[in-house]
């Protein structure tokens, strides 16, 4: 998944949500993290998540951390991915490239997948300004995506971490490190779009 998440008390936590979620004894605690994607009922997660934070998280930490456990407890049917081989996270453009190539395929099974870019899909539509987008708004987009995801047959799995990782650096736009950030989604998508397609042939 990740290295050395033992050493950071967030991803401790996305290990423990992930691997409770679908326990019917956590269904209470769930349904209170669930509501942590919304500003106006965010307070709901707090107990659940500020604990495992400690008293010195940075206020950004606390936020990303109760919006990404709320995607946890929401898209149960999406599964986390694995580590592969050399790959030891997936970025959420990889990401979206898998979700498209499985959108097109359950819309036509039986057809060849392809990707035009003159004919950009729901997913690249939504990517295409996510890096103008402030963190709510960004956060957002990701729940969309992720809302087409857990409507197909079989969703992609993704990297919660490698999410988790992304909206907590998203910063401002406007400095460097942040422009250089937002931008490595969409040359991610379009870096493994036809790559994902042909494997999804084979």
């Known amino acids: 998944m990740v290295n050395d998440v033992h050493q950071s008390a967030e991803y401790a936590l996305i290990y423990q949500i992930l691997d409770r979620r679908s326990v019917d004894t956590f269904r209470q605690?769930?349904?209170?993290?669930?509501?942590g994607a919304d500003p106006f009922t965010e307070h709901y997660a707090y107990?659940?998540?500020y604990p495992a934070?400690?008293?010195d998280a940075r206020s950004e930490v606390r936020k990303t951390a109760v919006r990404v456990a709320a995607l946890i407890a929401e898209f149960t049917d999406i599964p986390q991915s694995?580590?592969?081989?050399e790959r030891k996270f997936k970025s959420f453009g990889t990401w979206c490239s898998e979700l498209s190539v499985a959108w097109?395929?359950?819309k036509k099974p039986d057809q060849q997948v392809s990707f035009d870019p003159r004919n950009p899909?729901?997913?690249?539509?939504r990517l295409a300004y996510i890096h103008t987008q402030d963190f709510e708004e960004a956060y957002k987009s990701i729940w969309r995506l992720m809302q087409m995801a857990?409507?197909?047959?079989?969703?992609?799995?993704?990297?919660y971490f490698s999410i988790y990782r992304l909206l907590?650096?998203?910063?401002?736009?406007?400095?460097?490190?942040?422009?250089?950030?937002?931008?490595?989604?969409l040359k991610d998508y379009y870096g493994n779009i036809g790559q994902t397609a042909d494997a999804s042939e084979n």
């Not at 605690?29 to 669930?34: D, E, L």
């Not at 694995?82 to 081989?85: A, F, H, L």
């Not at 899909?121 to 539509?125: E, G, H, S």
């Open 104 to 106: 097109a395929r359950q």
């Open 168 to 185: 907590s650096r998203w910063g401002n736009g406007v400095s460097e490190q942040s422009r250089a950030l937002r931008m490595q989604i």
């Open 53 to 55: 934070l400690g008293p």
């Open 29 to 35: 605690q769930r349904a209170n993290i669930r509501r």
């Open 150 to 159: 857990n409507s197909l047959q079989i969703s992609p799995a993704c990297d």
């Open 121 to 125: 899909d729901a997913v690249a539509q």
């Open 47 to 49: 107990p659940y998540i």
């Open 82 to 85: 694995q580590e592969n081989g």
